[in-house]
């Protein structure tokens, strides 16, 4: 009985991830940053589209529990997700980086 309680709000969770992905992959704003810029990058859509794989295959296995290959194809959906985040995140510090630069650039040529 505990592990259909495991399972109920596993599927729940990942259900609310992939609504999160679906917004981030269409509407492609940040909810969490409020009063940023209209315009939206890429990586913000790849966000999305990592979290209907990451999530979306979870949900599946949860579901329908498959097993051999079903399963190592859904295994790889994860593994695409978790890199598709991975290089949102090196996107995002590099793009961070490159701001700070800027901004310094900026001050020492104002000075």
């Given at each position: 009985?505990?592990?259909?309680?495991?399972?109920?709000?596993?599927?729940?969770?990942?259900?609310l991830a992939l609504i999160m992905g679906a917004y981030l992959l269409i509407i492609g704003k940040r909810p969490w940053r409020g009063g940023e810029k209209s315009?939206?990058?890429?990586?913000?859509?790849?966000?999305?589209?990592?979290?209907?794989?990451?999530?979306?295959?979870?949900?599946i296995q949860i579901i329908a529990q498959p097993s051999g290959v079903?399963?190592?194809?859904?295994g790889g959906f994860?593994?695409?997700g978790g890199m598709i985040v991975i290089?949102?995140?090196?996107?995002?510090?590099?793009?961070?980086?490159r701001a700070s630069h800027e901004d310094r650039l900026d001050t020492r040529l104002r000075s």
């Amino acid at each position: 009985m505990t592990t259909a309680y495991v399972q109920l709000v596993s599927v729940i969770l990942a259900s609310l991830a992939l609504i999160m992905g679906a917004y981030l992959l269409i509407i492609g704003k940040r909810p969490w940053r409020g009063g940023e810029k209209s315009d939206v990058a890429p990586r913000v859509r790849l966000l999305g589209l990592s979290y209907i794989l990451v999530f979306g295959a979870a949900m599946i296995q949860i579901i329908a529990q498959p097993s051999g290959v079903e399963a190592e194809a859904l295994g790889g959906f994860m593994v695409l997700g978790g890199m598709i985040v991975i290089i949102v995140v090196y996107l995002e510090a590099r793009a961070s980086r490159r701001a700070s630069h800027e901004d310094r650039l900026d001050t020492r040529l104002r000075s």
